[in-house]
């Protein structure tokens, strides 16, 4: 009888410590990724609902035609739209090769003051790709024109 209820004991033991590190693992997974996920908007979503200041966030759509200026050095402002709302950027670096107005693009950052305060920008990198988001965002606002073959 001792027995029995000593392997019961230990079963639970070993059920418990793998529920345990089970949880230790996940919690230390979050923690480890808090900086590796940055979530997707469109113009019209960061201006219907602004994110805060310390939020780092992607934002993709169309580079607004008329809207590059390069600044002093190598900051760049620009302004993206998705056809229903505009975001000013302002980037300090080298744009991708393939940047230009009223193409696709990806940027990372912050909003800050009403600006996107852009850390990397990423141009489509082929005639025919945009990132998906990009395409959803535009098909949600109407302006999305499907490539020519």
Same mark, same amino acid.
């Given at each position: ?8 004991? !230990? ?6 410590? %793998?529920? @345990?590190?089970? $949880?230790?693992?996940? /919690? &230390? ?10 979530f ?10 602004p994110?805060?200041?310390s ?16 600044g002093?050095?190598?900051?760049? !402002? ?6 229903? %709302?505009? @975001?000013?950027? $302002?980037y300090?670096? /080298? &744009? ?54």
């Amino acid at each position: 009888m001792a027995l029995k209820s000593l392997k019961k004991q !230990r079963r639970i033991q070993i059920v418990a410590l %793998a529920a @345990v590190a089970l $949880v230790v693992s996940t /919690v &230390l997974i979050g923690y480890a990724m808090r900086d590796g996920i940055n979530f997707f908007r469109s113009p019209s979503q960061v201006v219907a609902e602004p994110p805060t200041e310390s939020e780092t966030f992607r934002i993709g759509g169309l580079v607004e035609e008329g809207s590059l200026v390069r600044g002093a050095g190598e900051q760049i !402002r620009f302004r993206v739209t998705d056809g229903g %709302a505009t @975001v000013p950027v $302002v980037y300090t670096g /080298v &744009l991708p090769d393939l940047f230009e107005e009223n193409q696709g693009m990806v940027g990372t950052g912050r909003y800050v003051n009403g600006t996107f305060e852009a850390s990397e920008i990423l141009a489509k990198h082929d005639e025919t790709y945009m990132p998906k988001e990009v395409v959803d965002a535009l098909k949600e606002q109407g302006v999305y024109q499907e490539p020519e073959s």
